[in-house]
């Protein structure tokens, strides 16, 4: 038993790495009960933490598709409790909506939040929710916000045993609520969160909003980067090497430009790790990017597109090489210009994943079959979905899907959603918005029986763990009774190797397509 609890902890710490502007030289700094620290250290993304990851949300229990009716049941004071966390853990995320239209989605004033930590009887948050999201205590933009019609706080709240949270819903019609969180293995080194931050703390998250407040731009405090510049040229058909780089060490930056985008729909970004036959990515860039329908430029904090460049911040390490590889199935020829920047490092902690990315279509779903994010066994955390979803002329309630995500092999999933814009951060159908780590690339709404989006959600600090497998599903449509064309790409981290079970793969490229470009 003492053996197995110093292999769990020694998940949480990282051993001290040579370079302290990539990661700490102490090592209960990166504890993975240093919530603060870790989110104002974009660099450490990266490294799989122990504990587990989860949410409660709202959804309806009875399978039906009423979704603002779940709960745990009533407090004692008749408010119902909406989560029960045992801890040492943290909530990360909190989003909320309702159902008052008339008064353009807002709380009404006798809608209360209360939290309650490690079983005391007084809360140690007692606000109304309309004043909660961006307007008490450090609950401010851009961390917690109004985006319209939706709700959302991505301020840590830390608990070293245990955490309840309960609503009073007042006169507030149809509350909708998700609450991510993650449990610690140990809270040695904890604070209980506390409406007035220590010094460290608050420098900490104002490095976390400095990151929100400048996507596009690196998220990383880094001297003593290397930079190498390509402009290569890859005939129909062919595949060429874009970097070839020995390690140790951590790409920070990776750009790409071509003179017609559009051809980046048919050509394909590949990379492998430390010698590895496999490629740990292997997508169309367009995909990657964001751009399945679209050329349209956004800035979110990892990845993006501008006015001259393709933008990836995903910190990438690497122990032996790193080596990365387009291929042209174009007819024409592919003039890439890159820029990569990297880090050289000593040595890479091996508590370091390496950085993966999984493309999947399925054009178009099956009906009564849920649509695959990803599945795979391993060990390791999902960062980041990237969906594309086009109803192809039918109905809008497509949207009304949930993600569904089982890890480890659990017969219940940790993760059940209540619709599919508000695993986006959105509610009430999409809306086009560009976020740091949310937002809506690509959107064609010009009724309700067309519809075509595409949106992403990136997790600094609401990720995925998962320690065995995962399956990360998503209903098209209430119990997926919609059929329509999605493809996806997940962003992940994997320690080792990983057995990845796509049910329903791409044809990959083979030979030379026809360039259809990008609407």
């Known amino acids: 038993m003492k053996n197995r609890l110093a292999n769990f902890i020694g998940l949480f710490t990282l051993l001290i790495i040579s370079n302290p502007y990539v990661f700490s030289q102490n090592p209960n700094e990166y504890a993975a009960n240093n919530i603060y620290s870790q989110l104002a250290h974009f660099e450490w993304l990266p490294a799989i933490p122990g504990g587990k990851s989860g949410m409660f949300s709202s959804y309806d229990r009875s399978g039906g598709n009423i979704d603002w009716i779940g709960n745990l049941g009533n407090a004692g004071d008749g408010s119902k409790i ?46 109304p929710l309309k004043i909660f999201f961006g307007n008490y205590a450090h609950f ?63 420098s900490n998250l104002d490095d976390f909003i400095d990151i929100w407040n400048n996507p596009g731009s690196t998220p990383y405090k880094i001297s003593d980067l290397t930079e190498i510049s ?24 990776m750009d790409i430009d071509v003179e017609d985008r559009g051809m980046l729909r048919n050509t394909y970004l590949s990379i492998y790790w430390d010698n590895n036959v496999n490629p740990a990515v292997n997508i169309p860039i367009a995909d990657f990017f964001g751009m399945r329908f679209e050329n349209r430029k956004y800035k979110s904090v990892p990845i993006g597109i501008t006015e001259d460049k393709l933008y990836c911040y995903f910190p ?31 040595e890479i902690d091996d508590r370091f994943g390496r ?69 986006f951060n959105q509610a009430w159908g999409y809306n086009d918005v560009i976020y740091p780590f949310h937002g809506t690339p690509y959107f064609y709404y010009p009724n309700y029986t067309y519809l075509k989006f595409t949106c992403y959600r990136f997790m600094p600090s609401d990720f995925v763990i998962f320690d065995g ?9 209430h119990n997926s009774e919609v059929v329509a064309n999605y493809s996806s790409v997940v962003y992940y981290y994997l320690l080792g190797e990983g057995i990845v079970l796509d049910t329903n793969p791409p044809s990959p490229p083979t030979g030379v397509k026809v360039n259809k470009g990008i609407e």
């Open 82 to 127: 909406i989560a029960h966390m045992d801890g040492p853990g943290c909530i990360t995320r909190i989003w909320m909506t309702n159902a008052c239209y008339s008064d353009g989605y807002d709380f009404q004033d006798d809608t209360i939040l209360k939290i309650y930590l490690n079983g005391e009887s007084d809360p140690v948050i007692n606000v």
């Open 140 to 202: 401010e933009l851009p961390l917690a916000h109004k985006v319209k019609k939706a709700y959302f706080s991505y301020v840590p709240i830390p608990y070293t045993q245990s955490c309840e949270i309960t609503l009073e819903e007042g006169s507030t019609t149809a509350i909708y609520y998700q609450i991510n969180y993650r449990q610690f293995l140990t809270n040695q080194g904890m604070d209980d969160f506390s409406l007035t931050l220590n010094t460290s703390n608050a």
């Open 230 to 253: 390509v402009d290569k040229n890859c005939p129909p058909g062919e595949e060429i090497n874009l970097f070839n780089i020995e390690g140790p060490g951590v790409i920070t930056m």
């Open 316 to 346: 990438m390490p690497f122990s032996v090489n790193a080596r990365i590889t387009i291929k042209n199935t174009n007819y024409g020829n592919l003039q890439m210009r890159s820029n990569l920047k990297y880090k050289k490092m000593s």
């Open 355 to 423: 950085f993966h990315a999984f493309y999947h279509e399925e054009l178009p779903t099956e009906q009564y079959r849920h649509y695959q994010l990803l599945t795979i066994n391993g060990t390791g955390k999902l960062v980041g979905v990237m969906l594309n979803m086009d109803n192809t002329g039918g109905t809008g309630a497509m949207i009304e899907g949930d993600e569904i995500i089982y890890v480890n092999g659990e017969s219940q999933p940790s993760w059940h959603g209540t619709g599919s814009e508000d695993f």
């Open 469 to 477: 497998s995962i399956n990360a599903l998503f209903e098209v449509g």
